[in-house]
């Protein structure tokens, strides 16, 4: 399935929020930073990350129900998809 971007839009938001914040994690890393802190820090990069990744999949659920209903949706690649989040 092709997503067209403006309906990814929110989910780019999110992914280019944690990207900086990752980055802000690499230079905490490199100015020494504490590792407790650091470690708080990259513990949020990786939530943003996965509620990225689960966005994206409920985004895809979204259009194939709206574009081509119910019984569009295939409920084996969907199973896989959010395990693959996991």
Do not use: W
């Not at 067209?4 to 980055?23: F, Y």
Request: net charge positive; proline share 2%.
């Amino acid at each position: 399935m092709r997503l067209e971007p403006d309906e990814m839009k929110s989910v780019i938001t999110r992914m280019k929020r944690a990207h900086g914040h990752l980055a802000t994690v690499i230079r905490m890393m490199e100015n020494g930073s504490d590792c407790e802190d650091v470690l708080t820090q990259l513990a949020a990069v990786n939530k943003a990350l996965s509620r990225s990744g689960y966005a994206l999949v409920a985004t895809g659920l979204q259009h194939c129900l709206t574009t081509g209903g119910p019984d569009s949706v295939d409920t084996k690649k969907m199973e896989k998809l959010f395990l693959s989040l996991a």
